[in-house]
């Protein structure tokens, strides 16, 4: 059976607070993910792409709401390798968007994968009566259907499954196998060095992984981290070619950006990741008076990088009064329409 360009929700187990949809709003609003010939694909329903924040929150103290679940993260994805016009691929983003009535909705529709696809991140409060989003499953597969008449409507190409196609085996066949795990590893490498450029802690960067399509399992009883990739291929962290990845790095980063954050000063152990000479994920979040990379990265630890001219590391901006230190509740489970 033939499929429309297929539509899923980010789910976000650990719960959500300020700080989290602060993070994430500036992570889907990248650039060099929504430029398009010099036009920014990004806009706002109900709201401003520029104060999407504020507008949230606004909505969510004047009903006295801001606990449990913040906004629901919708993504609309295309199929790979189809001629899709990135523009029509937007404006249908923002049709579909009308679906939740009452609103605020941003969307930024994304041009840096194999596939365009649009983020839809919805404020959980309407603006219109104060109600929280809660999705059905007769709702959701409402929405499906919705989706499936605006892609239509536009004239945006039909999803279909890849088939299977046997091959006859070959020589080197093994090693052709292993280049593709390594190209995922590659990306997966990748799109760890761009989260860890937003993230503040743990919860954050496994929030804007799930946003790219990766599920992440990170808990204090296990030694490594393991990620699991869009394709369902699974990798520790001990087998991406670099210390960076290793979970005691990624941890000792993420005290140190806390330590900063909070105190303004390093703690003691980042004396010693001084002294280390692995590189690291590109710049972090925080602002330090610690000496850092052309990159703004955290030496030694996993925001560290060797060489080049050096430099403080630039700030994301706390969008949050609280800047993620009151986490919210996990509050409503986030199942996928309106009640």
């Known amino acids: 059976m033939e499929k429309i360009a297929i539509i899923h929700f980010t789910n976000y187990p650990k719960g959500q607070n300020r700080a989290c949809m602060g993070a994430v709003m500036k992570y889907t609003q990248q650039e060099k993910k929504i430029l398009w010939e010099g036009r920014q694909l990004v806009s706002g329903v109900n709201c401003r792409p520029e104060s999407v924040y504020d507008d949230f929150l606004r909505t969510k103290l004047l009903y006295h709401k801001e606990g449990g679940t913040m906004f629901y993260h919708m993504v609309q994805s295309f199929p790979a390798d189809e001629d899709v016009d990135p523009v029509t691929a937007h404006a249908a983003a923002l049709k579909l968007a009308e679906w939740f009535q009452g609103r605020e909705v941003l969307v930024c529709t994304h041009l840096d994968r194999d596939h365009i696809h649009s983020h839809f991140l919805i404020n959980s409060v309407s603006f219109e009566d104060g109600k929280k989003l809660h999705i059905s499953e007769q709702e959701l597969t409402q929405l499906?259907?919705?989706?499936?008449?605006?892609?239509?409507?536009?004239?945006?190409?039909?999803?279909?499954?890849?088939?299977?196609?046997?091959?006859?085996?070959?020589?080197?066949?093994?090693?052709?196998?292993?280049?593709?795990?390594?190209?995922?590893?590659?990306?997966?490498?990748?799109?760890?060095?761009?989260?860890?450029?937003?993230?503040?802690?743990?919860?954050?960067?496994?929030?804007?992984?799930?946003?790219?399509?990766?599920?992440?399992?990170?808990?204090?009883?296990?030694?490594?981290i393991t990620y699991t990739t869009p394709s369902g291929m699974r990798c520790r962290d001990d087998r991406l070619h670099d210390e960076k990845y290793l979970k005691e790095r990624m941890e000792l980063e993420f005290r140190i950006r806390q330590a900063v954050i909070h105190r303004g000063t390093a703690p003691a152990e980042y004396a010693e990741a001084c002294h280390g000479d692995t590189a690291s994920h590109g710049g972090g979040v925080v602002r330090a008076d610690r000496r850092t990379d052309g990159d703004g990265r955290t030496p030694g630890g996993a925001g560290a990088s060797v060489g080049g001219d050096r430099r403080k590391a630039q700030v994301l901006g706390d969008p949050g009064a609280d800047g993620g230190a009151n986490p919210g509740g996990k509050g409503d489970p986030q199942s996928a329409g309106t009640g």
């Open 144 to 224: 499906r259907q919705r989706n499936d008449q605006v892609c239509m409507e536009f004239g945006l190409p039909v999803f279909q499954p890849q088939k299977r196609r046997k091959v006859k085996s070959m020589s080197g066949a093994e090693y052709h196998t292993a280049a593709r795990g390594e190209s995922l590893k590659f990306r997966l490498m990748n799109t760890i060095d761009e989260c860890m450029r937003y993230a503040r802690n743990r919860e954050e960067f496994i929030a804007l992984m799930r946003s790219e399509g990766y599920d992440v399992r990170w808990t204090d009883s296990r030694k490594n």
